[in-house]
């Protein structure tokens, strides 16, 4: 977590790291300080810091304060539910783990992003050293420097998606998945190539084989990456 923090700070976000022993009192402090200066706030936890970062998601719904982002690594088994005030939500974690595992669900009515990532299949990868891994650090800190140019919601609407990473696949931590319709004559595999993601993500999520046969019109999920609104239309956003 220092190391990440200090890859955020490097970039000009500022960040705090503290233990979850004294969730309550940042929690307390944030408030106070988004009260004086509002400014997207993104919570990151690791083992019991992602108890802490949805306790604390919690108090801030008591004050009508949104959550950016909220990541939680390999944490505690047995997890609250994640509020909903909550925008975007990623639980990167090992199932069956003894010290995390835990596999978060949203209250009823959450209308954020959504999107886990079980990495239990990937080799050498621990609940002591799944928090330091490069190619998730990477990809958090792009997400975070995105935030106040991407809107929530964007365009169309957020699929919760869940799968379990196979041991050779890269990991693409996707904010959610979103409907697409299937054309006359598609295919699983023409769907993961026209939208540039892998076909392994679309059995798992669709819950539909590799060979199996589709009908136009249907309707299939398809994990998407939420994309920055200048991108998009070209103009920035208005700073909020």
């Known amino acids: 977590m220092d190391k990440l923090a200090k ?32 400014a997207p706030i993104t919570l990151i936890g690791h083992s019991m810091g992602g108890f802490c970062a949805l306790q604390f998601a919690e108090k801030l719904r008591a004050e009508n304060i949104p959550v950016s982002l909220i990541v939680t690594i390999d944490p505690a088994h047995l997890m609250p539910k994640l509020p909903t005030n909550v925008e975007r939500y990623m639980n990167i974690f090992l199932a069956r783990d003894v010290l995390g595992g835990g596999d978060v669900e949203p209250e009823k009515g959450y209308q954020g992003h959504f999107s886990s990532f079980d990495l239990s299949k990937l080799k050498g990868v621990l609940h002591i050293n799944i928090d330091k891994m490069d190619i998730i650090h990477t990809q958090l800190l792009t997400k975070i420097l995105q935030i106040p140019e991407t809107p929530a919601r964007l365009e169309g609407e957020g699929v919760p998606i869940r799968y379990v990473v196979p041991p050779d696949a890269a990991v693409d931590l996707w ?18 190539i026209n939208y540039r ?7 798992q999520i669709n819950q539909i084989p590799e060979g199996a046969a589709l009908v136009a019109n249907q309707r299939v999920i398809v994990p998407r990456h939420l994309i920055p609104l200048v991108a998009v239309t070209g103009q920035s956003p208005s700073k909020r």
Do not use: H, K
């Open 175 to 192: 904010d959610s998945g979103m409907p697409a319709v299937v054309r006359p004559g598609d295919t699983l595999e023409t769907v993961a």
């Open 197 to 203: 993601v892998p076909l392994w993500a679309l059995t």
């Open 7 to 38: 890859r955020i700070e490097e970039a000009g976000v500022a960040v705090d790291v503290n233990e979850f022993t004294v969730c309550a009192y940042v929690a307390e402090r944030a408030i106070r300080e988004y009260r004086q200066d509002p």
